[in-house]
């Protein structure tokens, strides 16, 4: 991982709230993914600074085991035009953790990079954390995920 300071921004995207425990993540996140895909979402957000897709995880109550929002969406200019359904978030920026992914989404190559992220003692600040998926992801045997882990 390396340590990164990024500058605020904002992101505009579908929400759902859920948590880690009972594989209830594991459920909802996947199913976010698919209603991202099916309304094409990107068609409704006017303002997008880039075609990078965002899976941002917010509004922790706590540490990782509990509750929090997960919103997928884009970068945008401003938080003037948010559709109506979706959810606006500005993004504080600060000290970061970035770690740089690479390989087979379908075997879970997100989902164990959280794992060991949660295993590894980063003095996270539970604020707002997020993956960036880029245009190299078409091939999901073959992709780049980039996590970003905000610090203290």
């Given at each position: 991982m390396q340590k990164e300071t990024l500058k605020p921004f904002f992101v505009v995207g579908i929400s759902v709230r859920t948590s880690n425990g009972d594989g209830k993540a594991a459920v909802d996140i996947p199913a976010l993914w698919n209603r991202f895909r099916s309304e094409d979402i990107a068609a409704r957000i006017s303002n997008k600074t880039g075609n990078e897709v965002y899976s941002v995880y917010t509004d922790y109550e706590g540490d990782h085991t509990k509750p929090y929002t997960t919103i997928i969406g884009y970068a945008?200019?401003?938080?003037?035009?948010?559709?109506?359904?979706?959810?606006?978030?500005?993004?504080?920026?600060?000290?970061?953790?970035?770690?740089?992914?690479?390989?087979?989404?379908?075997?879970g190559l997100v989902f164990n990079a959280w794992i060991a992220i949660w295993n590894s003692g980063i003095s996270r600040a539970y604020t707002a954390d997020f993956e960036v998926y880029s245009a190299k992801n078409r091939n999901p045997e073959d992709a780049e995920v980039d996590i970003f882990i905000a610090t203290r």
């Open positions: 945008v200019e401003n938080l003037d035009q948010v559709p109506e359904g979706m959810r606006g978030l500005a993004i504080e920026g600060g000290a970061y953790e970035k770690q740089q992914l690479k390989g087979n989404l379908l075997q």
